[in-house]
């Protein structure tokens, strides 16, 4: 079996690019700064629960947006219909609409024809034609405007366009290195600020409104003259230029109702459109009226975003502003033109603070944690197969030096969940080097030569693989799609895990020990344990047992339903909502004394904790009744009460939920934990048949609801982190019986004749000593996160280490004993027929 030269130069390759991508990583920036150009700089950005920092989700308020918009519509209807002199009986707004009751029905003719002018087509792009915001319909003696869908898509679109550049600015003003702000859904805004501890002043700034105004630039100030009375110079928001600007306020920019960015029809260059309201409109065109050729300066917080001349009176209300722009520049200046039109309340919805030092012990407790995790691996593959194991291990730090570049390449940002699963990861790619050293020790065993045993070794693993890894991926895939935040991290990086580890495992390893039998000219592979675990071969009867292991299991089901009925799971903030504040005081806490302070504050049931040290506290609040505005004036009480208490106080972390993300939160979790159980088990049916898929089915209900009776059992928190820990767990469960399946698969195939137990008991007997060897590998990696991880991941460590022995445990004792069950009634009501499983095996190989 000799690999490709080009095969080989590719491999050689993808590493070299995997290992140069992660060295950056390896340097602090200013040693970094002093490499040659031409090496790869980029780093692995660290999440704020790792450096620290703020974290906040804004929404904006579409019903208030709606409110604003409906009663705009009004006064722009009654000034068009005033212009036209038609009379109306009454003029309302009513429900999600503006009714107009006109008697005359010619007057009534005339009003609708005024009012469809109203209407301005929307589109996605803010250019050119498309469905109208608003729709116009008479129906006896009334018309009725009513916003439309597309309408209100567009007005929201909008005020999150203005939000964003209205928090940049803000953000600037804080002067905070490096911020992420950006868009999240259609009206929700992330803002993630390194190394704000107290974002306080920012949610002050992001609840003022833009002040918008236009003025006239003064013509008679020389440069380098003084500026006289009433002329302020006012700085460009771009450059360094400064306009002598008056100060009288020529119109307000509360007057704009609508802002646009498009293209002249004549020209064809950016241009912006721009409308005002109908007292607005009068002004406008009495200054433009007055001032032609004149330079009208559109002033944004003391800046001046445009300063256009004006060429003609604009009588009609509207115009359009024009210069040197590009189409980005007029996107973003009508934006900040809707900003004071558009006055779209933000609410805060979400609040995670980390401070510095808290975040910095977490980064050393989980990469001693990670180190101390991957040399228990080490050892303990080096104790199973001695110098080949060398070979393995390679192959994992090559998987960890791989995922480290592959994160750097995409830009991830690395939070702790997601050092919990490079870890994990390790523990999983271990899984792969065991199938396939097991399977070339058996080959070996058969008396097959060295070459014929690798290759013979890695084509029957290469299946079992493959299958084992795609129910990782679907559980992980799923967790991408409905988690947020730091379980997304750790989602990418146990899907970068996985697939570097198929690479490393089966083509890195597979070149490897080729290399090594043809140098040295071996007949034969001899892999021997240097510490025997298992004799080499068992003959346990396991299905003799299959009656207690099943009751068992359904017994600690039982409790653990019951168990979750009473005393229930501990729901985290991240499900219920409310205030959590992790503290460290100045001396030893006094508890009793911190709840008599925060009982006075009347915000509800307060919880205090000691976590860690006598200084280390952790303070939850209940979910505040009036909504987001309520949690975050709540949180505000809370820290000004404790420091009072104890100036000398340490803010570690603060996490601030509402009602509507929890909600959104805990739907999200339950759907991805179902879709992903569904998505795996249908893979089963597919590779396996049906009576497969039916056993991992009872055996992962069996599975899940023990796990989550050990959350309760133990009060940890049932979070979005203890959600990744149970999908991991549930990816887990069914890696281990496609591992047993695939086996019983092969068997099936080989021995036709066979009763079904004896099948099974020789099949579970064979892949015996891998399942111990894998979950012991991947406890081994998860051993050291889970007693000296600390309270930032106990939620996921812990219950992975339990779940681990359940998942092993399960594929012996219980799915196993129920694919029995099923082969024998299949048999006892189909005697003429043999089991589908055995034709299905056969035909699909």
């Known amino acids: 079996m000799r690999t490709s030269k080009w095969v080989i130069g590719a491999y050689t390759l993808i590493v070299l690019i995997g290992v140069i991508a992660a060295l950056p990583n390896m340097f602090t920036p200013a040693q970094l700064a002093m490499l040659p150009n031409w090496l790869p700089k980029q780093q692995i950005t660290l999440g704020l629960d790792l450096q620290g920092g703020s974290h906040l989700v804004l929404e904006v308020d579409a019903n208030a947006l709606k409110t604003d918009r409906l009663r705009s519509l009004l006064d722009d209807a009654r000034g068009a219909l005033r212009n036209e002199r038609i009379a109306t009986q009454s003029a309302r707004v009513a429900g999600d609409a503006v009714v107009l009751t006109i008697t005359d029905d010619a007057q009534r003719t005339k009003a609708l024809e005024v009012l469809q002018k109203l209407a301005v087509p929307v589109s996605a792009t803010g250019f050119g034609g498309g469905t109208a915001d608003i729709d116009v319909a008479s129906a006896q003696n009334q018309i009725t405007m009513k916003l439309t869908e597309a309408g209100l898509r567009d007005r929201l679109d909008a005020a999150l366009q203005q939000s964003l550049e209205i928090v940049r600015q803000r953000v600037d003003q804080v002067g905070v290195a490096e911020p992420t702000i950006q868009r999240v859904g259609s009206d929700r805004m992330l803002v993630q600020l390194p190394g704000l501890q107290d974002p306080t002043r920012l949610r002050e700034l992001l609840g003022s409104t833009a002040k918008m105004e236009f003025h006239m630039v003064a013509n008679n100030v020389e440069q380098g003259q003084p500026v006289p009375p009433g002329v302020t110079m006012l700085p460009d928001a771009k450059t360094s230029q400064q306009y002598p600007i008056e100060d009288r306020v020529a119109l307000s920019g509360e007057r704009l109702t609508d802002a646009r960015a498009g293209f002249d029809q004549r020209t064809q260059e950016p241009i912006v459109s721009f409308r005002f309201d109908s007292v607005g409109a009068r002004q406008f065109a009495e200054i433009t009226t007055a001032n032609v050729n004149r330079p009208f300066a559109i002033v944004l917080d003391g800046k001046v975003l445009s300063a256009p001349v004006i060429r003609e009176p604009i009588t009609g209300g509207s115009g359009q502003i ?19 039109a558009l006055p779209a309340p933000l609410t805060v919805i979400e609040e995670r603070t980390v401070g510095p030092d808290l975040g910095g012990d977490i980064i050393r407790m989980g990469v001693y944690t990670g180190i101390a995790g991957f040399l ?32 750097a390449m995409i830009g991830a940002t690395l939070t702790l969940p997601g050092i919990a699963g490079i870890i994990l990861g390790i523990g999983f790619g271990v899984d792969a080097n065991i199938l396939i050293n097991e399977r070339i020790r058996e080959e070996t065993k058969k008396g097959m030569s060295a070459f014929a045993a690798l290759d013979h070794g890695f084509k029957r693993a290469y299946s079992t693989i493959v299958d084992a890894n795609v129910t990782s991926l679907i559980a992980t895939s799923l967790l991408f799609m409905f988690g947020s935040g730091p379980v997304r991290g750790f989602a990418i990086t146990m899907m970068l895990g996985t697939c570097i580890s198929m690479f490393t495992a089966v083509a890195i390893v597979r070149v490897i020990m080729a290399s090594v039998v043809r140098r040295r000219k071996m007949k034969t592979i001899t892999i021997e344990p240097l510490i025997r675990f298992f004799p080499d071969k068992t003959s346990i009867n396991f299905m003799n047992a299959r009656y207690f292991g099943i009751l068992v299991s359904v017994l600690l089901s039982l409790a653990s339903i019951g168990l979750f009925f009473k005393p229930g799971l501990n729901y985290g903030i991240d499900f219920k909502g409310g205030i959590q504040v992790e503290i460290t005081t100045s001396q030893p806490a006094d508890l009793a004394q911190l709840r008599s302070t925060l009982s006075d504050l009347n915000l509800g049931e307060i919880a205090l904790q000691n976590i860690g040290g006598e200084s280390n506290v952790l303070i939850r609040v209940q979910r505040q009744e009036g909504g987001e505005t309520a949690q975050t004036a709540a949180v505000n009480e809370v820290k000004a009460a404790v420091q009072k208490l104890d100036p000398g106080v340490k803010f570690e972390r603060t996490e601030v939920v509402g009602p509507k993300v929890s909600g959104e939160l805990a739907r999200s979790g339950v759907l991805a934990v179902v879709l992903a159980a569904i998505a795996m088990l249908a893979y089963i049916w597919w590779r396996f048949e049906w009576n497969f898929a039916i056993g991992a089915i009872a055996t992962l209900i069996l599975d899940t609801t023990k796990t989550i009776g050990f959350f309760a059992l133990l009060g940890l928190d049932f979070n979005l982190t203890a959600i990744a820990a149970l999908l991991t767990i549930i990816g887990y469960s069914v890696n281990d019986k496609v591992v047993v399946y695939d086996r019983m698969r092969e068997n099936l195939r080989l021995y036709k004749k066979m009763p079904l137990r004896e099948i099974i008991d020789m099949s579970i007997n064979q892949v015996f000593a891998r399942c111990i060897y894998t979950s012991v590998a991947i406890l081994l990696s998860m051993l050291p996160m889970a007693i000296w991880g600390g309270s930032a991941v106990e939620n996921f460590a812990i219950p992975m280490v339990f779940g681990v022995i359940v998942a092993t445990t399960s594929s012996i004792f219980i799915a196993a004993p129920i694919l029995l069950f099923l082969g024998d009634w299949w048999k006892r009501t189909h005697p003429d027929r043999e089991l589908t499983a055995s034709k299905a095996v056969a035909a699909k190989g």
């Open 376 to 407: 228990l691996v080490v050892i303990f593959i080096v104790a199973l197969y001695g110098a080949w194991g060398m070979i393995a291990n390679f192959a994992l730090l090559l998987h960890l030096v791989l995922t480290i570049g592959a994160l």
């Open 322 to 340: 024009s210069g040197s722009f590009t189409v980005e520049d007029t996107t973003v200046l009508s934006a900040l033109l809707r900003a004071g």
